[in-house]
């Protein structure tokens, strides 16, 4: 009886250690990005605030609509914006999405920011702000891509990404992440946008 006993202790003790052995390496292989259970389009951020529309004109006008899928209020003051079309970054400071504070600032390649998220202190969820960029600065066809920086106070730590074991998203991730012109700011949102 004794014997048995022993026997099914073991047998327990090798399958747990089994159990265990395999969901650690399902794990690490999700999180090497091996596969993914989540849909991956490499983005560095979630959407927070998206491109919902770019309006070209007859001139080329290249105004970008975006609007705030948050939860929570953003502090608009807080919020700078960089815009790529066809993964090249275009020459538009966009260093505050506050209406009142941008005007005085130096800036180019943006003529003007409105709507209702850059009047107040706030990006509200749903509210939209329009960026009028320089004209011909993006063409029907173009894919644009708006990175979205939130200031941080206090430590900036990288989260740990998806998909280690790519080397353009790592390079991607390591330079977009945390905005290297200006001090303590962080990626909050990255949206595509085919134009």
């Known amino acids: 009886m004794q014997c048995d006993a022993a026997e099914s202790t073991t047998h327990g003790t090798i399958l747990m250690t089994v159990i265990v052995v395999i969901a650690c390496i399902i794990l690490l292989a999700f999180l090497l990005g091996f596969f993914n259970f989540f849909k991956n389009n490499d983005s ?3 959407p ?9 004109g007859t001139k080329y006008e290249s105004q970008v609509i975006i609007r705030s899928y948050s939860s929570e209020e953003l502090e608009n003051d807080l919020l700078m914006a960089k815009i790529f079309v066809n993964d090249e970054e275009l020459l538009a400071c966009i260093y505050t999405l506050n209406g009142h504070n941008f ?15 850059c009047r107040g202190l706030y990006f509200s969820p749903r509210e939209t702000i329009i960026i009028d960029l ?3 600065y993006i063409r029907p066809g173009d894919k644009v891509t708006i990175f979205i920086y939130q200031k ?3 430590e ?3 989260p740990l990404p998806g998909n280690l074991l790519n080397r353009k998203y ?3 991730y390591l330079n977009e992440f945390v905005y290297k012109d200006i001090k303590g700011y962080r990626l909050y949102s990255e949206h595509h946008f085919n134009a």
Do not use: Q, W
């Not at 927070?48 to 070209?56: A, E, F, L, T, Y």
């Not at 005007?103 to 998220?117: A, L, Q």
């Open 103 to 117: 005007i005085p600032t130096r800036h180019y390649g943006v003529k003007f920011i409105g709507g209702s998220g």
């Open 48 to 56: 927070h605030i998206k491109i919902i529309g770019v309006n070209h």
């Open 156 to 158: 900036i730590y990288l």
């Open 44 to 46: 560095l951020a979630p």
């Open 152 to 154: 941080y106070d206090g």
């Open 170 to 172: 790592m390079e991607r």
């Open 134 to 136: 320089k004209n011909g």
